[in-house]
């Protein structure tokens, strides 16, 4: 009898012990995956700053073709090896990525149509990578609002740079989306489970905010003294608002 149990001891053991290590590689692969999906997204949104009022077709255009490119060889990567298994327990090792892809999406979207892009439009986009014998994995509220906390920054940024370029009316734009979305999230941030990570991002939010707001209004108060210079092709206009003298 003792050595019965002593056998069926060590099976245990050596069960949980192969468990144990697939999951671990499984684990591994999906950070990696999800690692691709960062470093790629990024490129998407480096891609969008390039924009300016005078090739803003030709840099979505490459932005979405980008965007694209790392759904069909990342994102179907990630799904490939969470599909058909209880992928929640791995979203701490998944959740990166997939906060870096709806920034990157989100960016484009704002950029192309002015419009904020929703989780179920993002759900639907990501359905056709998954088998449909199985559980589709779906990018879950946390994480498209943490990713979305995360776009405030990159908006501020191209608020920045539309405003160096001279197109004050859609950094106005920009700032009346932010305000919109830093309102709607101080709403719902407070009611979240898992509000650590939020927390931190809408104290980042608020300060993207500011720096909005305070870049536009520096603009209208004291515009004339350089928006032409830096929206005009008039060499003779300095950075005062004063005509150069000869």
Not at 98 to 123: H, P, R, S
Not at 221 to 239: H, K
Request: proline letters at 3%; glycine letters at 4%.
């Amino acid at each position: 009898m003792k050595d019965a149990f002593s056998k069926y001891a060590a099976y245990l053991n050596d069960l949980v012990l192969f468990l144990f290590v697939l999951i671990n590689e499984k684990r591994e692969r999906v950070v990696k995956a999800s690692r691709d999906v960062t470093m790629n997204s990024k490129k998407v949104i480096f891609q969008v700053h390039r924009i300016s009022k005078n090739n803003k077709e030709e840099v979505l255009e490459k932005a979405e073709k980008d965007l694209a490119a790392v759904v069909d060889q990342y994102i179907s990567r990630l799904v490939k090896e969470l599909q058909g298994t209880d992928f929640w327990k791995l979203r701490r090792a998944y959740s990166p990525g997939v906060q870096e892809y709806v920034e990157a999406a989100t960016l484009c979207n704002f950029c192309k149509t002015g419009a904020l892009l929703n989780l179920d439009q993002i759900n639907a986009s990501l359905r056709p990578l998954s088998d449909p014998s199985v559980e589709p994995l779906q990018i879950n509220v946390l994480d498209y609002l943490l990713g979305l906390a995360d776009l405030t920054g990159e908006l501020m940024r191209l608020a920045i740079g539309r405003i160096s370029d001279g197109e004050l009316e859609f950094a106005q734009k920009i700032c009346s989306f932010v305000r919109e979305i830093h309102r709607e999230l101080m709403l719902i941030a407070p009611k979240m489970d898992d509000a650590s990570d939020m927390k931190t991002k809408m104290d980042v939010m608020l300060q993207s905010v500011m720096k909005i707001e305070n870049a536009c209004f520096s603009v209208h108060v004291r515009g004339s003294e350089y928006i032409p210079f830096l929206g005009s092709e008039d060499t003779n206009f300095s950075l005062l608002g004063v005509p150069e003298i000869e």
